[in-house]
Nanobody, 121 residues
């Protein structure tokens, strides 16, 4: 079993930065890919970024490429999402997830409770 807890969300202005963190418990952390998804009101959950179990492979949604960076520390069982140059359209609840990888939410069995990110214009 894997448990995930996100933190770091908040209210910021456009152009600001935020760093989200996801603390993971469970012995399988280092063997799972870790992903970030987000869901805005009235919209489907969408893929943001994923990092492989070893951290050597990263993949981003086009909408965040060049602005967001995903990283993980397997010694600390954490995965972070550094978000720079935030835009109002980045406003959403952000979720971390553990699973085999890819950009489809259906591939991930374990999810955190989410953290709210609000970007004002």
């Amino acid at each position: 079993q894997v448990q995930l807890v996100e933190s770091g969300g908040g209210l910021v202005q456009a152009g600001d930065s935020l760093r989200l963190s996801c603390a993971v418990s469970g012995r399988t952390f280092s063997t799972n890919a870790m992903a970030w998804f987000r869901q805005a009101p009235g919209r489907q959950r969408e893929f943001v970024a994923v990092i492989s179990w070893g951290g050597g492979a990263k993949y981003y949604a086009d909408s965040v490429k060049g602005r967001f960076t995903v990283s993980r520390d397997n010694a600390k069982n954490t995965v972070d999402l550094q978000m720079n140059s935030l835009k109002p359209e980045d406003t959403a609840v952000y979720y971390c997830a553990a699973g085999p990888g890819g950009d489809s939410a259906q591939r991930y069995a374990f999810w955190g409770q989410g953290t709210q990110v609000t970007v004002s214009s």
